[in-house]
């Protein structure tokens, strides 16, 4: 006996019971093949059902034209929906891992960005199981509207980040290697949103989360690097996002990260209005900020402005030094120096799920401030690893 072939099924069009599946986006496409295989069987039992007329009405080449624009029409409605919003559900899937909390670290590439140190780095931070890393988007040159970027130097950063599979978190900055325009705020908003845009797009397809700037309540010096005010902080992060927005609406946005959670700094982001242009609201946390249960009164503070959405830690961590006896810290659960940081690691990972964080950085994997940096400390690494693969 002749078997059926594959899709065909007593003369009609037939979809597998089966797809191997296993997440949200796979049921997608199946839901809606499922709905083109019945319009396509619709259409076969309509031009079956009407066999028994003249041949010359069978053979009508305009009844058949009419059939197959129809079948054509039914057809690309309902491919086209999800072509439009495959990226932005494959990008939710990416960032949020099924609502698990994304770990990654800060990478120190912004120090040395050569191929050689990106690619040593990337190596490590994948080994660790962790899946995400802060980058920023340095030394490109296009400081003011119309003038173009050199992505070359980053993009040997970025190749060799993805390709162990990271995925970026990328700081654009607005204040350094950006023209303020001698803090015209019209000009200053207008290079910060062409720079955005132009970052956005050379990117589009490879970075999918971007960060507006680094804590703007901390006083890096006199003029541009100066401590910002709330409300500038606000007009430059709405310039970024609807750049970006412009580029892929399905890429994220974090607001711009203070320096503490349960600063009146953020309070103050949040009455001026920053989560009315931020996917995330991004924040930084350090050391004994754990033991204050910040991110609550984070929280308290987007309730009171009506802002429900995710929140982001870009950079989070501690100096082993912190918790030694005259440390600002003194000691974490009995515990001194590398150990207890080490403690203190998996501890903040533990919080993190218990909040329901969208995703935490820690700092520093790679950097310049010595003790700082967990690629010489052992201790760290075993609690990072740990973390990267769910053990806490």
């Given at each position: 006996m002749a078997k059926t072939p594959i899709?065909?099924?007593?003369?009609?069009?037939?979809?597998?019971?089966?797809?191997?599946?296993?997440?949200?986006?796979?049921?997608?496409?199946?839901?809606r093949l499922t709905k083109v295989y019945s319009m396509r069987n619709y259409?076969?039992?309509?031009?079956?059902?009407?066999?028994?007329?003249s041949t010359r009405s069978?053979?009508?080449?305009?009844?058949?034209?009419?059939?197959?624009l129809l079948c054509c029409v039914l057809i690309l409605s309902m491919i086209l929906p999800f072509s439009c919003t495959s990226a932005d559900s494959k990008t939710r899937m990416l960032q949020q891992r099924d609502g698990k909390v994304i770990f990654g670290v800060n990478n120190g590439t912004g120090y040395d960005d050569s191929q050689e140190f990106s690619q040593m780095v990337s190596k490590r931070i994948s080994a660790l199981g962790l899946t995400a890393v802060r980058t920023g988007a340095d030394k490109m040159k296009c400081e003011r509207e119309g003038e173009p970027c050199d992505f070359s130097r980053r993009d040997l950063v970025i190749?060799?980040?993805?390709?162990?599979?990271?995925?970026?978190?990328?700081?654009?900055?607005?204040?350094?290697?950006?023209?303020?325009?001698?803090?015209?705020?019209?000009?200053?908003?207008?290079?910060?949103?062409?720079?955005?845009?132009?970052?956005?797009?050379?990117?589009?397809?490879?970075?999918?989360?971007?960060?507006?700037?680094n804590e703007p309540d901390l006083d890096y010096g006199e003029g541009q690097r100066a401590k910002v005010e709330p409300a500038t902080v606000?007009?430059?992060?709405?310039?970024?996002?609807?750049?970006?927005?412009?580029?892929?609406?399905?890429?994220?946005?974090e607001s711009s990260p203070a320096q503490r959670p349960n600063t009146e700094y953020n309070r103050a982001l949040l009455k001026a209005g920053i989560g009315k242009y931020a996917d995330l609201i991004g924040t930084h946390m350090y050391g004994g900020q754990l033991r204050e249960d910040a991110i609550a009164t984070l929280r308290k503070w987007m309730a009171e402005f009506g802002?429900?959405?995710?929140?982001?830690?870009?950079?989070?961590?501690?100096?082993?030094n912190w918790f030694n006896p005259g440390g600002s810290d003194g000691e974490w659960k009995g515990r001194h120096g590398r150990e207890a940081r080490a403690l203190w690691l998996r501890d903040m990972?533990?919080?993190?799920r218990r909040q329901k964080l969208h995703n935490v950085l820690f700092f520093s994997m790679f950097s310049i401030h010595g003790d700082w940096e967990m690629d010489r400390d052992r201790a760290a690494l075993a609690a990072l690893k740990d973390i990267g693969h769910g053990r806490f």
């Open positions: 899709g065909l099924s007593k003369g009609r069009l037939a979809l597998p019971k089966r797809i191997p599946a296993g997440d949200v986006w796979h049921k997608q496409i199946h839901n259409a076969r039992s309509w031009s079956l059902s009407h066999n028994n007329r069978r053979l009508d080449p305009m009844n058949s034209s009419k059939l197959i190749q060799e980040h993805l390709a162990q599979g990271l995925a970026l978190h990328m700081v654009i900055a607005f204040r350094w290697e950006l023209d303020a325009a001698g803090y015209d705020p019209v000009q200053w908003t207008k290079n910060y949103a062409w720079k955005c845009g132009q970052v956005a797009r050379h990117w589009k397809d490879t970075v999918r989360y971007y960060i507006v700037d606000v007009k430059m992060q709405k310039a970024c996002y609807e750049a970006i927005k412009k580029v892929d609406r399905g890429i994220l946005v802002v429900n959405k995710p929140v982001a830690i870009s950079e989070c961590g501690s100096d082993p990972a533990a919080y993190a």
